[in-house]
């Protein structure tokens, strides 16, 4: 049997990144605090289109750089192995002008497979059905991988509890309109079944956007008004704005630090304002660049810094300063809740600690 040293030497740095992982603990921050790898290539899009070639490229230098593999595939090997049930969680909310990507999204099932996990363990997952189906994500997802839903669609409620968990939830003083301050099922968000009951580990795929009530919505938002229901009492009116409090708050819950290994976040188009998607046709741009980490808090605070510059480049004021207007309609944003999940332990938001890592592909 010949011996394959290259092949031997891979294997070996992949198993001793999965066990570095291990030993710091996949999840969040995960093993590689501060860190955010963002990967830039000029010919990702065009013409509003996605490429497939250079995104299949910068996904895997991206996922290389951040882990130190020395191949995609091991770099793959670090966060997935076989016998993992894994939640890709997209984002529909802009359609039809910024949601997660068919290209982006085949690339991370190309990668969970690399590492062992079969489709059928691999599921594509939004909180409601009807903007998962008029987004299109069935239309396109690789043969074998299934889609869940928590609940059919928005309702002004949204205390059902169909698929949801009534053993996992986050409690917070907070009521939305038409609810019951004395019942504790009307202070609580429930978590998704899928994440809590079925799959051991989850992908956030989140794109690079404004909102209007938290600021932005990149990784953290991804996961606290994606995986959980009565997410409207968050921001109730233009006054009465809590994203503040909540993203932190939903995101410490133990299920979502010990099962979000990884995330993405698909930055080839960004929207700078009117978000997450009353006018963000009138805010968009194409900023090529895809960002990978473990720490949801660190991906925020550089996404953040990206928007504001592109925010100062077209005249406007950076998000925490900006006042309110036609397409925005809080009167205060609050994408504090990027520091106070840092000081929940989710991550790091000073940017003196953050290792950002810069690649450009041509």
Not at 294 to 313: C, E, F, H, S, Y
């Amino acid at each position: 049997m010949r011996f394959d040293r290259r092949a031997f030497l891979g294997a070996m740095a992949a198993a001793q990144a999965r066990a570095a992982g291990q030993e710091r603990k996949l999840g969040i921050p995960g093993p590689f605090p501060g860190r955010v790898v963002a990967v830039e290539h000029p010919a990702s899009i065009v013409e509003g289109a996605y490429q497939r070639e250079p995104v299949r490229e910068m996904m895997r230098r991206g996922m290389m750089e951040l882990t130190g593999a020395p191949s995609w595939q091991d770099a793959w090997r670090v966060f997935f192995e076989p016998g993992d049930v894994v939640i890709i969680k997209v984002n529909p909310v802009g359609q039809p002008y910024i949601i997660s990507s068919a290209e982006v999204f085949q690339e991370i099932v190309a990668g969970l497979e690399a590492a062992g996990v079969k489709r059928g363990d691999i599921f594509a997952y939004d909180r409601y059905q009807s903007e998962f189906l008029s987004g299109g994500f069935q239309k396109w997802l690789p043969e074998g991988v299934r889609w869940s839903c928590a609940t059919v669609k928005y309702d002004k409620l949204q205390l059902d509890m169909d698929g949801y968990d009534r053993d996992q939830f986050i409690e917070l003083p907070l009521v939305g309109r038409g609810h019951d301050p004395r019942d504790p099922h009307h202070r609580r968000s429930y978590v998704a079944k899928l994440l809590s009951q079925t799959a051991n580990k989850a992908v956030n795929l989140g794109v690079l956007k404004h909102h209007q009530s938290a600021g932005i919505t990149i990784a953290l938002k991804n996961l606290s008004h994606g995986f959980v229901n009565n997410v409207a009492r968050s921001h109730v009116s233009r006054t009465n704005n809590a994203c503040g409090m909540f993203i932190p708050a939903v995101v410490d819950h133990p299920i979502f630090r010990q099962k979000v290994v990884l995330n993405i976040i698909d930055g080839i188009k960004g929207a700078y304002h009117g978000g997450p998607a009353r006018r963000t046709a009138k805010y968009l741009w194409e900023h090529k660049t895809l960002y990978f980490g473990t720490d949801p808090v660190a991906l925020d605070r550089i996404g953040w810094n990206v928007l504001d510059m592109k925010r100062g480049q077209m005249g406007m004021a950076p998000i925490a300063l900006a006042a309110d207007d036609q397409d925005s309609n809080f009167i205060r944003m609050q994408p504090e809740h990027v520091e106070l999940a840092s000081m929940l332990g989710l991550g790091v938001a000073d940017e003196a600690r953050i290792d950002l890592r810069q690649i450009r592909l041509t």
